[in-house]
C-alpha cells in the first residue's frame, strides 16, 4: 500500500479541501451503484491511498480521509471538530490547579445544520433504519427537503467550508487553533502565524495528528499539502513542514499554496502594498524550502480570467472559486491514485500512472532542478476528435497560477497533462487510445512543444455532486459537453443539470512562471535587504534575523537564474 496523508491549512485550503472530498465521496457512492455507468464503477483510481480503514467502539466499520485540516477556532460551523462517526464528545477543559478562585465556562450554542446537512443526517438515519429493518420507506418526492432548495440555499449562504461538506472526518483530523483572541481577519500577519504554532502545545498537537495518520500507514509515498498562502497560517504550514523535514526526510512534499481573490484586493496605502508584497515573498520563499514541488493556485480575479470561459464565477464567494481550483487538483492528483498495470500495459479504463515521488521527480528532477510548477486547466475540455478540436485542446488550457508569461517559446519545459472523461465529438465516450492518439498529435502538429510531456488519462470524469455551486455557463451540457447554441435564459447551471464534465489539467515546470519569482525577489531586495529598506522593521517583527533573509534572498536568485541560466543574476551576498 502506498498512502498519502493530505494537509490543509487554513480557511481557503479548507473550502477547496471540502469540495475536492466531496468530489472523492460521490465517486466512491457511484462506484458502489451497480446502476451507474460503467466508467463510474470501473474507475480504477485506489481510494486507499487518501483513505483510512477504521471502526468505531460498536464495531461499524469506518472509511474515512488521511486527512490533517487546520482552521481557526470557530471555523467548522455546525460540525463538530471530533466528527460524529465515533460518537466522541469534545475535549473539555483541564482541571485547573493554580487557581484557587471560582471558574465559569462560557459557551455559546451550538450552530443549526442548514437545510444541506438536515437532508444528510435525513439520509443517514433512513439507511441504518434499512439496516434495521424500520424503514419509513420515503421516496425522493416525498422528502420534505427538495435538491432544488438544498441548491439555492447553498448558492445564497455558505458561511463555512463544512455547510457544503457531505463528508465524515475522523476525530483526529479537524484541529481548530484556538486560544488567540482575535477575529480571522486579524490572523493576516506573517508574525502572528508564527507564534500561533510556537505558542503552547498547538505545534505538538498538529504534529501529533499528523503522526497518527502516518505511523498506521503501511507505506507513505508522500504528502500533498493545500495551503493558504496569505495570512499567519501560512507561516502555521511553514513551521509544520520544517517538523515533517526533520521527522520525515525522505518523504517527498507536493504543495498547493492557495490564495482567494478576496485576499488579493487593492490595497489603499504604501504601507498595505509593503506588508503584502513581504508577505508573499516571505510566504512562498518557507513553503518552497520545505517542498519538493509547489504549485501556486489562485488568480486575483478569476471570473475575468480564461480559465472561466465557460464559467460563471463571483469573486467574492470563496464557494465558487474554490470549487474551480478543487476540480484542478481533483485532476492534477489523480496521476498518483490511478491503480498501476505495469510498466508498458494500460487498462480499458486508465493510463499513466505515477507515484507522488516520481511525479515531483518528473517535473523538478530534469536538468533545471525547477520546484516551482504552473497549474493550467481546461474546465469542462473540449472533444477530441479532429484537427480544430486538437487545437482547441491546448487553446482551452489556461493558467490557474498567478503573474505567469503568456505564449513562453521554452525548449526546456517539462510538462504533465491528465485528461479524463473526455468526450468525443458526437458527445460519447473516447478511449484511452484515442485521447492519447489526439494529444501526440497535437504536439506532433505543433510549432514549439516541451522537452518532455507525461500524459496520465482516465476515462471517468468529474463527478458534479449536489453541493457544487451553480457556476456554469448555458453553454455546458449535461455531461459537461460544449454546445453549439446556448440554452435559453440567463441563469448559471448547476447540479441539477450538469452532472458531470470533461477534465484537461496540465502542471508545467516553464521559464512563463519568471514573472512570479522575479516579483518575489525584487521586493525582498526592495524593502527587505537594501539600506535603509521600508520594511526591515517590519520583518524583525515577524521574528527574521538578517542571515535568514539572505538565505531568502539566495534561494530566490537561484531560482530565478535556474529558469534562465544565461542572466546575470547578482548575488544577494555578493
Given amino acids: 500500500m502506498r498512502e498519502i496523508v493530505t494537509v490543509q491549512v487554513g480557511g481557503f485550503a479548507n473550502f477547496i479541501g471540502s469540495h475536492f472530498w466531496n468530489f472523492q465521496d460521490e465517486l466512491l457512492g457511484l462506484a458502489s451503484d451497480p446502476n451507474n455507468d460503467p466508467v463510474f464503477r470501473n474507475q480504477c ?8 480503514t477504521g471502526e468505531t467502539q460498536q464495531g461499524i466499520l469506518t472509511y474515512t480521509p488521511r486527512l490533517v485540516s487546520v482552521g481557526f477556532q470557530g471555523s467548522l460551523g455546525s460540525m463538530s471538530s471530533r466528527g460524529v462517526l465515533y460518537n466522541e464528545s469534545s475535549p473539555g477543559p483541564s482541571d485547573v490547579v493554580t487557581w484557587s478562585g471560582s471558574v465559569s465556562t462560557h459557551a455559546s450554542a451550538p450552530r443549526k445544520k442548514n437545510l444541506f446537512l438536515q437532508r444528510l443526517y435525513e439520509e443517514e438515519q433512513e439507511s441504518f433504519s434499512m439496516i434495521n429493518g424500520t424503514s419509513s420507506g420515503k421516496s425522493d418526492s416525498q422528502r420534505e427537503i427538495q435538491d432544488k432548495d438544498i441548491v439555492e440555499l447553498l448558492d445564497n449562504h455558505v458561511e463555512f467550508w463544512t455547510d457544503f461538506s457531505k463528508v465524515h472526518y475522523h476525530p483526529q483530523s479537524l ?45 507513505i509515498q508522500g504528502f500533498q499539502f493545500v495551503v493558504d498562502d496569505s495570512g499567519g497560517f501560512s507561516a502555521v504550514a511553514a513551521d509544520l513542514l520544517e517538523n515533517i523535514a ?65 464559467l460563471r464565477i463571483e469573486n467574492e464567494k470563496p464557494y465558487h472559486c474554490s470549487a474551480v481550483y478543487a476540480a484542478a487538483l481533483h485532476s492534477a492528483t489523480l496521476p498518483y491514485r490511478m491503480e498501476p498495470v ?142 453549439n447554441s446556448p440554452f435559453v435564459g440567463s441563469s448559471p447551471r448547476g447540479p441539477l443539470e450538469v452532472h458531470s464534465l470533461p477534465m484537461a489539467v496540465r502542471l508545467r515546470s516553464s521559464s512563463a512562471i519568471l514573472p512570479f519569482l522575479e516579483n518575489r525577489l525584487g521586493n525582498l531586495r526592495r524593502y527587505g535587504l537594501q539600506r535603509g529598506a ?13 542571515d535568514e533573509l539572505y538565505d531568502m534572498g539566495e534561494m530566490l536568485s537561484k531560482m530565478v537564474s535556474t529558469m534562465k541560466p544565461h542572466s546575470e543574476i547578482s548575488s544577494d551576498s555578493d
Fill in 246 to 310: 526533520d521527522e520525515y526526510a525522505n518523504t517527498p512534499v507536493l504543495l498547493f499554496a492557495v490564495r482567494s481573490p478576496s485576499s488579493q484586493m487593492n490595497l489603499r496605502s504604501r504601507k498595505q502594498t509593503i506588508f503584502r508584497e513581504l508577505h508573499d515573498t516571505v510566504s512562498f520563499s518557507r513553503l518552497a524550502s520545505f517542498s519538493k514541488l509547489i504549485v501556486p493556485v489562485g488568480l486575483p480575479f478569476l471570473s475575468e480570467s480564461k480559465a472561466s470561459t465557460f
Fill in 534 to 546: 521600508l520594511g526591515a522593521e517590519l520583518l524583525r517583527n515577524w521574528g527574521f534575523a538578517d
Fill in 45 to 52: 483510481l485506489n481510494m486507499d491511498v487518501l483513505y483510512r
Fill in 175 to 219: 484541529y481548530e487553533l484556538g486560544g488567540l483572541w482575535m477575529d480571522p481577519q486579524d490572523f493576516d500577519n506573517y508574525g502572528i502565524g508564527k507564534d500561533a504554532f510556537s505558542e503552547g502545545f498547538r505545534g505538538e498537537e498538529i504534529c501529533e495528528r499528523l503522526r497518527f495518520f502516518v505511523e498506521e500507514s503501511d507505506h
Fill in 342 to 483: 505495469g510498466p508498458t500495459a494500460d487498462s480499458f479504463d486508465v493510463s499513466g500512472a505515477v507515484d507522488i515521488n516520481g511525479f515531483v521527480q518528473m517535473l523538478a528532477g530534469q536538468a533545471r532542478q525547477n520546484t516551482v510548477a504552473i497549474l493550467d486547466a481546461a474546465m469542462p475540455a473540449p472533444a477530441l476528435n479532429g484537427k480544430q478540436h486538437e487545437q482547441s485542446l491546448l487553446g482551452n488550457l489556461h493558467p490557474l497560477t498567478p503573474e505567469v508569461s503568456e505564449d513562453v517559446e521554452d525548449l526546456q519545459a517539462v510538462e504533465s497533462m491528465i485528461i479524463h472523461g473526455a468526450l468525443r465529438s458526437d458527445g460519447h465516450c473516447a478511449s484511452i487510445s484515442e485521447v492519447k492518439e489526439t494529444v501526440n498529435a497535437i504536439y506532433g502538429h505543433a510549432i514549439t512543444r516541451p522537452m518532455f510531456c507525461h500524459l496520465s488519462v482516465a476515462r471517468c470524469p468529474l463527478p458534479i455532486p449536489l453541493p457544487y455551486p451553480s457556476i456554469f455557463g448555458n453553454l455546458v451540457g449535461q455531461y459537461g459537453e460544449l454546445l
